[in-house]
């Protein structure tokens, strides 16, 4: 019975963060570009590639073979009609020559998913294509890019202790310093306690780490995801906690000493 509760709690958790994820997708989806979107992806998935081709820029448009290429992409997709389509990605791009659009669309299967991306360039009235891309997926985008331990190795398991210790170290510090006696800059010190500096990125679905040396991180972690997007981990150097740990005991010496000479100040008086 205990079993079965929790299935049903965390089939519930699921679904609501399913439900969450596509309504912030929905929010940022423009209109009627998304429309647009879909109408090339679903020409591109029958084969009619002349509507297609009309749409697209005149660079893609010289692309040699783009006829093949387009015929290509159709065998992307999975046989058969899709169950259901819906945005899974959003980003644009606004500047002087106009606004870019990139729409990534999941599309539902009997036996399989694909991704199909579109980027659309709006200048004035006109919308041109100026990319298509599809990708046949084994499970559904939010499965993929599940935040779970399930199946993963020793390094996201370091890694995921490491976002936890930092911060607690950080924290550790923090308190730590409040309760030490400083002459000067007291919060100075417990501010810098706090802070972690250059950030190491680690992507949780592909395993890839990226490198920022130039960063600033509260407590030393983070954690980060779009919607359908993997989850990215940050970990800083927690810098502040160690200086301050290593400084500890000669800022208690100053402050030690800054008493005393307080009281043989107040003696001779």
């Known amino acids: 019975m205990t079993s079965l509760l929790r299935s049903m709690l965390a089939g519930v958790c699921l679904l609501l963060a399913a439900c969450s994820q596509q309504v912030l997708v929905d929010q940022w989806t423009p209109h009627p570009e998304a429309e647009i979107a879909r109408s090339i992806l679903e020409q591109v998935r029958q084969g009619d ?29 999975p046989a058969g009609t899709p169950r259901s389509v819906k945005v899974v990605g959003v980003h644009t791009l606004t500047n002087a020559s106009g606004t870019r659009y990139d729409l990534t669309f999941e599309y539902a299967f009997a036996d399989g998913w694909a991704l199909g991306h579109a980027r659309l360039a709006r200048t004035g009235d006109a919308v041109l294509v100026e990319g298509l891309h599809v990708q046949r997926l084994a499970q559904p985008l939010e499965q993929v890019n599940a935040f779970t331990l399930i199946g993963k190795g020793p390094l996201h398991w370091i890694v995921l202790l490491l976002c936890i210790a930092i911060p607690a170290f950080c924290i550790y510090a923090f308190v730590l310093c409040l309760r030490t006696p400083i002459v000067r800059r007291k919060w100075l010190w417990a501010l810098f306690t706090l802070l972690g500096l250059i950030t190491v990125h680690f992507n949780w679905t592909s395993g890839e780490f990226d490198f920022q040396l ?20 940050g970990m800083s150097l927690p810098l502040g906690a160690i200086w301050f740990l290593a400084c500890r005991g000669g800022l208690m010496a100053n402050a030690a000493a800054a008493r005393a000479a307080a009281s043989s100040g107040q003696e001779l008086a």
């Not at 600033?216 to 990215?232: K, R, T, V």
């Open 49 to 77: 590639i002349e509507p297609v081709k009309a749409r697209l820029s005149d660079e893609l448009r010289q692309t040699p073979d783009i006829d093949a290429k387009l015929q290509q992409f159709a065998t992307y997709f």
């Open 214 to 233: 130039l960063s600033c991180q509260l407590l030393g972690a983070s954690g980060l995801a779009d919607p359908y997007g993997p989850m990215i981990l």
